[in-house]
């Protein structure tokens, strides 16, 4: 008999739209980054800096740990739902609404897997950025840009920026344009060879418990092996999120147009990483 193919983009899309409590920690998440990063951008002195950045960092960790976890039980409430456990509509929505109580409990679980696998995340992405960042200047050609007038320019209005780009020569432009496809190549590869990285810290055995530093390490190889087996499909799905980004990124130049618009890109853009996020853990937890 022939295995039915699932279709994981319009499932994913299904369980966020029924469990849209999945984006509220997100709301109240990127409203207190705000204040939060006003206060880091605000401060003088060196040691508050690092407190106010060793603040957003731990708040952004313990934020992914409970989300995350939500996400998961989300998609755990999908294969109920599937199975018929549910005898009517009123008790499937209260227990979409129940993901919710599921937040502090994934951060008491996940914070310290999650806050070590961030940090090896974010010192990976830089190593490997500088590494192909140092190689790209053996064979890429240089724009000899003036880095203060360029800052300067980024910094001021529109028209002097304008003005700034105008003034770069055919040859410094196309060089510009080599890098930003060559960097943007690797940032997109990054990505991809670590779209799983998350999901695989988690596991469906909960008595399986590992040392919180070998976490990232072992999520890793987890990830690795699991793309390797699962490389068209990853493909796929990687392709059209960055689709989804693009479109997304068009979008919003229309939303800024007005206030009221503005308001609708902020709400969609909550439902489009809620998706996004919801679509990687579901595809590694039906896959893996």
Do not use: H
């Not at 937040?103 to 992405?125: E, H, K, R």
């Not at 724009?143 to 203060?148: F, G, H, I, K, R």
């Not at 007038?149 to 980024?154: G, L, V």
């Not at 007005?258 to 590694?284: D, R």
Request: glycine letters at 4%; a positive charge.
């Amino acid at each position: 008999m022939k295995r039915e193919r699932t279709n994981y983009i319009q499932k994913a899309f299904d369980i966020t739209k029924e469990n849209m409590i999945l984006a509220q920690p997100l709301v109240i998440y990127m409203l207190v980054l705000s204040f939060t990063l006003a206060g880091l951008g605000t401060q003088s002195n060196p040691a508050l800096r690092l407190v106010f950045l060793t603040t957003n960092i731990l708040l952004a960790t313990a934020f992914f740990a409970g989300w995350f976890s939500m996400i998961r039980q989300g998609i755990f409430l999908n294969k109920k739902i599937e199975n018929g456990e549910f005898k009517n509509a009123e008790d499937r929505m209260k227990a979409s609404w129940d993901l919710g109580k599921t937040f502090f409990p994934g951060v008491g679980d996940n914070f310290l897997n999650i806050t070590s696998t961030s940090i090896l995340f974010i010192i990976s992405f830089l190593v490997i950025t500088y590494l192909f960042y140092k190689l790209g200047t053996n064979f890429l050609p240089n724009p000899n840009l003036d880095l203060n007038k360029m800052y300067a320019a980024a910094n001021s209005t529109t028209a002097e920026l304008q003005k700034y780009l105008l003034s770069l020569s055919i040859d410094q432009i196309k060089a510009i344009n080599l890098w930003g496809l060559y960097i943007s190549g690797i940032v997109s590869a990054f990505t991809f060879a670590t779209m799983f990285l998350f999901p695989a810290i988690f596991t469906n055995n909960k008595e399986e418990k590992e040392f919180f530093l070998l976490v990232p390490f072992t999520a890793f190889a987890r990830n690795v092996v699991f793309l390797f087996k699962n490389i068209l499909g990853s493909i796929g799905i990687f392709v059209f999120l960055f689709s989804l980004n693009t479109i997304f990124s068009i979008l919003s130049l229309i939303f800024n147009l007005n206030i009221f618009l503005s308001i609708v890109g902020l709400i969609l853009s909550f439902y489009v990483m809620t998706y996004a996020m919801v679509l990687i853990f579901l595809y590694y937890e039906e896959k893996n």
